[in-house]
């Protein structure tokens, strides 16, 4: 039987030894701090037509409102509802933004700002789901920015992906037999689209969880132990670091923020004998 980890967190810190610890009891952890404040609940999506479990979402802006938007699907999880719905921030009201469309599954997309403050928006990749469909899974490769419109496809392979952005660069890592990763700047010539960058150590893994912390990328591989692997641009080179501590595990949070890395949560998978 799985167990939900729901408490642990831990942080990898950037100023950690570059070498892999032999014994894995002395890994430097420094714990995470926590900042004070209260929750506050604000309003929920309605419509009780919908079923609100969240397919994807979404950060960026509506004309001068800063917006959250959430894609849905069925309960199972099979289906999109071909909905989207659109938080806005100042207002705290949700309000139906995109209906009659195919959605899709884990898109890459994020949000930088050039020197003038201007914000840019980069979408696309993911999946369509068809379960009744012998290609269950079909892959898209088209991508667009915001405000240049669409770019050249995506050139890997038909594979789940994972991505992380440094500065103005955004690293997409495939998830798949040769885990080849792929590189695109916004702000150098659009023209050129993706470009391939070292691979990624492992071939054949798919479980896999992401961070940023300062101008390095992190990749956590996850299983019994969950492995680390540093990727360093400037030297476009990969490097393993220490692994987490914690009980292996699958479908973990990862996240980066004032210099350091936090990663937990997830479920638990068997130990190996």
């Given at each position: 039987?799985?167990?939900?980890?729901?408490?642990?967190?831990?942080?990898?810190?950037?100023?950690?030894?570059?070498?892999?610890?032999?014994?894995?009891?002395?890994?430097?952890?420094?714990?995470?701090?926590?900042?004070?404040?209260?929750?506050?609940?604000?309003?929920?999506?309605?419509?009780?037509?919908?079923?609100?479990?969240?397919?994807?979402?979404?950060?960026?802006?509506?004309?001068?409102?800063?917006?959250?938007?959430?894609?849905?699907?069925?309960?199972?999880?099979?289906?999109?509802?071909?909905?989207?719905?659109?938080?806005?921030?100042?207002?705290?009201?949700?309000?139906?933004?995109q209906t009659d469309v195919l959605l899709r599954y884990n898109p890459?997309?994020?949000?930088?700002?050039?020197?003038?403050?201007?914000?840019?928006?980069?979408?696309?990749?993911?999946?369509?789901?068809?379960?009744?469909?012998?290609?269950?899974?079909?892959?898209?490769?088209?991508?667009y920015l915001t405000p240049l419109g669409r770019l050249p496809n995506?050139?890997?392979?038909?594979?789940?992906?994972?991505?992380?952005?440094?500065?103005?660069?955004?690293?997409?890592?495939?998830?798949?037999?040769?885990?080849?990763?792929?590189?695109?700047?916004?702000?150098?010539?659009?023209?050129?689209?993706?470009?391939?960058?070292?691979?990624?150590?492992?071939?054949?893994?798919?479980?896999?969880?992401?961070?940023?912390?300062?101008?390095?990328?992190?990749?956590?591989?996850?299983?019994?132990?969950?492995?680390?692997?540093?990727?360093?641009?400037?030297?476009?080179?990969?490097?393993?670091?220490?692994?987490?501590?914690?009980?292996?595990?699958?479908r973990g949070v990862a996240w980066g923020i004032d210099g350091h890395?936090?990663?937990?949560?997830?479920?638990?998978?068997?130990?190996?004998?």
């Amino acid at each position: 039987m799985k167990q939900l980890y729901v408490l642990l967190l831990l942080s990898f810190a950037t100023c950690q030894s570059p070498r892999v610890p032999v014994d894995p009891v002395a890994m430097p952890v420094t714990p995470p701090t926590f900042a004070t404040g209260n929750w506050t609940q604000l309003s929920g999506i309605t419509d009780t037509e919908s079923l609100p479990q969240p397919n994807s979402t979404s950060s960026g802006s509506r004309g001068e409102y800063t917006t959250v938007e959430v894609s849905l699907k069925t309960l199972d999880g099979t289906k999109s509802l071909e909905e989207k719905w659109a938080y806005f921030v100042p207002f705290d009201r949700w309000t139906k933004t995109q209906t009659d469309v195919l959605l899709r599954y884990n898109p890459v997309s994020f949000t930088i700002f050039d020197i003038a403050g201007r914000p840019r928006f980069f979408t696309g990749l993911g999946n369509i789901a068809h379960p009744e469909s012998v290609n269950r899974i079909q892959y898209l490769k088209d991508c667009y920015l915001t405000p240049l419109g669409r770019l050249p496809n995506y050139v890997g392979a038909d594979a789940p992906t994972v991505f992380f952005v440094i500065n103005s660069s955004v690293y997409v890592l495939e998830a798949a037999q040769r885990n080849y990763c792929w590189y695109f700047n916004c702000y150098e010539d659009p023209t050129e689209g993706f470009r391939p960058r070292a691979p990624f150590p492992l071939q054949n893994v798919t479980q896999l969880q992401t961070f940023v912390v300062g101008t390095k990328g992190y990749v956590l591989v996850e299983g019994a132990p969950v492995r680390l692997y540093e990727y360093n641009p400037t030297q476009n080179k990969w490097t393993r670091r220490a692994d987490f501590p914690g009980k292996g595990r699958s479908r973990g949070v990862a996240w980066g923020i004032d210099g350091h890395g936090y990663y937990g949560l997830g479920q638990s998978i068997p130990e190996p004998s």
